[in-house]
């Protein structure tokens, strides 16, 4: 959720309309609780009602994938059979297995991935890696101690992995890539694998091209110090100088209804409500459903800070410059980005 505007005091506190309208977080997945009501995260202080669940995942060429020569060839050269990856060292071989090569008469690509510096992109792209090679925000032990956590020789070869991915493995005009663009690849046939949001899969799923029987599903894979994934997605808050809060609360006393849950998955909406998507069932009422599941089981989110912008315009920048413009090396990225986030919670008054 927007922290600046919960501790600002543009959002209402709904802890009292919860209870009134026996509304319970408990009701809900607890990664989307934490990520989209909390505020301080892991405190029983709620300002949105869980509502889009989402996180980044994959999709792959199914249709190409199956391919008896190019399973043959694939296993000959690695030794594995071809399949979604489960590992990153998985994903980096088949990126390099399909980079440039001629699928019908056409060069295809290794894979799409987020790389826009404006708003948000390439840090929602890097840090599932960076996530699953052992970087982290701070040492669980000392609040904003971030030195050796953020900068660690794991995050660094976590960092530099995905520059290996960048430089390798991706269409040519990949410098600013974000959600819409990578689906694009994916739809106009240019690659093999893509990075993107779940909303994005129910789509991508009815595309006459690329999906139904051609398009595969995968959840994050994991990396040598962990498995987790990028959480997106948001809540449903009200703000605090409406003249509409009645209406609002009325409309998140609605939308919390099961058989409303239950509507909105079957549309191509991503419901949080456990009875919905721990219905036995689920897994089987999308093609997609069961890796959704999958990803939303390990999401980990950037900063929740009322700071948030500045924390993640640096990160941007940094992570930009040395993954896409080619500046520095990946510790000397990451150490840069401890002096800056350093240097806003100075500001920030907690350290």
């Given at each position: 959720?927007?922290?600046?505007r919960?501790?600002?005091?543009?959002?209402?506190?709904?802890?009292?309309?919860?209870?009134?309208?026996?509304?319970?977080?408990?009701?809900?997945?607890?990664?989307?609780?934490?990520g989209?009501s909390?505020?301080?995260?892991?405190?029983?202080?709620?300002?949105?009602?869980?509502?889009?669940?989402?996180?980044?995942?994959?999709t792959y060429?199914k249709?190409?994938?199956s391919?008896?020569?190019?399973?043959?060839?694939?296993?000959?050269?690695?030794?594995?059979?071809?399949?979604?990856?489960?590992?990153?060292?998985?994903?980096m071989?088949?990126?390099?297995?399909?980079?440039?090569?001629?699928?019908?008469g056409?060069?295809?690509?290794?894979?799409?991935?987020?790389?826009?510096?404006?708003?948000?992109?390439?840090?929602?792209?890097?840090?599932?890696?960076?996530?699953?090679?052992?970087?982290?925000?701070?040492?669980?032990?000392k609040?904003?101690?971030?030195?050796?956590?953020?900068?660690?020789?794991?995050?660094?070869?976590?960092?530099e992995?995905?520059?290996?991915?960048?430089?390798?493995?991706?269409?040519?005009?990949?410098?600013?890539?974000?959600?819409g663009?990578?689906?694009?690849?994916?739809?106009?046939?240019?690659?093999?694998?893509?990075?993107?949001f779940?909303?994005?899969?129910?789509?991508?799923?009815?595309?006459?091209?690329?999906?139904?029987?051609?398009?595969?599903?995968?959840?994050?894979?994991?990396?040598?110090?962990?498995h987790?994934a990028q959480?997106?997605?948001?809540g449903?808050?009200?703000?605090?100088?409406?003249?509409?809060?009645?209406?609002?609360l009325?409309?998140?006393?609605?939308?919390?209804?099961k058989?409303?849950?239950?509507k909105?998955?079957?549309?191509?909406?991503?419901?949080?409500?456990?009875?919905?998507?721990?219905?036995?069932?689920?897994?089987?009422?999308?093609?997609?459903?069961?890796?959704?599941?999958?990803?939303?089981?390990?999401?980990?989110d950037?900063?929740?800070?009322?700071?948030?912008?500045?924390?993640?315009?640096?990160?941007?920048?940094?992570?930009?410059?040395?993954?896409?413009?080619?500046?520095?090396?990946?510790?000397?990225?990451?150490d840069?980005?401890?002096?800056?986030?350093?240097?806003?919670?100075?500001?920030?008054?907690?350290?």
């Open positions: 959720m927007d922290r600046r919960a501790e600002n005091g543009h959002y209402v506190k709904l802890n009292d309309f919860f209870d009134k309208e026996h509304i319970s977080m408990d009701d809900f997945v607890p990664a989307t609780v934490v989209y909390e505020w301080p995260k892991n405190t029983p202080n709620y300002w949105a009602l869980p509502a889009m669940g989402d996180v980044v995942g994959w060429r249709d190409w994938f391919r008896p020569e190019l399973q043959k060839e694939f296993k000959d050269k690695y030794g594995w059979e071809l399949g979604p990856p489960k590992t990153y060292d998985q994903l071989q088949i990126a390099e297995f399909f980079q440039k090569r001629q699928i019908d056409k060069t295809v690509y290794g894979a799409s991935i987020y790389t826009e510096r404006g708003s948000e992109g390439i840090t929602m792209g890097v840090t599932n890696v960076l996530y699953d090679y052992g970087f982290d925000y701070q040492n669980p032990n609040a904003y101690d971030m030195q050796g956590f953020v900068n660690s020789a794991d995050a660094v070869k976590g960092l992995f995905y520059k290996k991915l960048y430089d390798c493995c991706t269409p040519p005009g990949s410098s600013n890539v974000y959600m663009e990578s689906a694009d690849a994916f739809k106009s046939g240019q690659v093999a694998l893509h990075m993107n779940a909303f994005t899969w129910p789509g991508l799923y009815k595309d006459e091209k690329v999906g139904g029987d051609k398009i595969g599903f995968f959840a994050n894979p994991a990396g040598p110090k962990g987790f959480l997106g997605g948001q449903i808050s009200v703000v605090s100088y409406s003249d509409k809060q009645e209406s609002a009325k409309y998140i006393k609605w939308f919390a209804n058989d409303v849950q239950a909105w998955w079957a549309l191509g909406g991503y419901s949080c409500l456990n009875a919905v998507v721990n219905d036995p069932k689920f897994p089987a009422s999308q093609p997609y459903a069961s890796t959704f599941l999958e990803s939303m089981a390990i999401v980990k950037f900063w929740a800070e009322p700071s948030y912008a500045t924390l993640l315009q640096a990160m941007q920048k940094r992570v930009h410059d040395y993954v896409v413009a080619d500046k520095g090396t990946a510790q000397e990225a990451l840069s980005l401890v002096k800056d986030w350093t240097q806003t919670f100075q500001d920030d008054g907690k350290m």
